[in-house]
């Protein structure tokens, strides 16, 4: 599935901003960062506000930077999750975008047999403004599930940052709990 992926660095677009027929989501930074330092490394303020997420063929919404991106919904539910990370991804310097992909793409597996999440998106850019390699959505069903599922043997936490090395520019990749709004289903 694709889908357009819109940017906001200062601001929250407002749901009149999003016109059209498709379906439209708005992902909004939470003030509070806090969880991520629980499982995920280090609290940084994200340097983004917001994300919509809408139908390719709708009008684009008037937000920093845009693209186009492949949706795959590697596994999960499609009820609203309790706690959702969403990860801005930059590919690891040397490596090409088909690389990328493909590692990108069977990360999947490594993720489900070491995260607990309720569900797990990857969205690869298509076309659009250089910077951006992907987006990951991470969703959990509770902030008991985030603290206690993130990873779920001893050694989950080592595999899965080993795996994400050898793709993923973690310096330059920016990871924030969001909120999700859905505009329209």
Request: proline share 7%; hydrophobic share 40%.
């Amino acid at each position: 599935m694709r889908r357009r992926c819109t940017l906001y660095r200062d601001r929250v677009p407002t749901l009149d901003e999003l016109t059209g027929s498709g379906p439209a989501t708005i992902d909004v930074v939470l003030g509070d960062q806090f969880l991520l330092g629980v499982r995920s490394g280090p609290v940084r303020e994200p340097e983004w506000s917001a994300i919509a997420w809408t139908d390719p063929d709708d009008p684009a919404p008037d937000g920093c930077r845009s693209w186009l991106v492949d949706t795959v919904v590697v596994w999960g539910s499609v009820d609203p999750p309790a706690v959702k990370q969403v990860s801005l991804v930059i590919r690891l310097g040397g490596l090409d975008a088909a690389a990328f992909a493909d590692r990108y793409g069977s990360h999947g597996a490594v993720a489900r047999a070491h995260h607990g999440m309720s569900r797990y998106v990857q969205n690869l850019v298509a076309a659009g403004p250089p910077g951006l390699d992907a987006v990951s959505e991470l969703c959990f069903n509770s902030e008991r599930s985030w603290a206690d599922e993130f990873y779920l043997q001893p050694d989950s936490a080592a595999i899965v940052r080993d795996d994400v090395r050898a793709f993923i520019d973690l310096r330059a990749t920016s990871s924030a709990l969001v909120a999700e709004t859905v505009v329209r289903p």
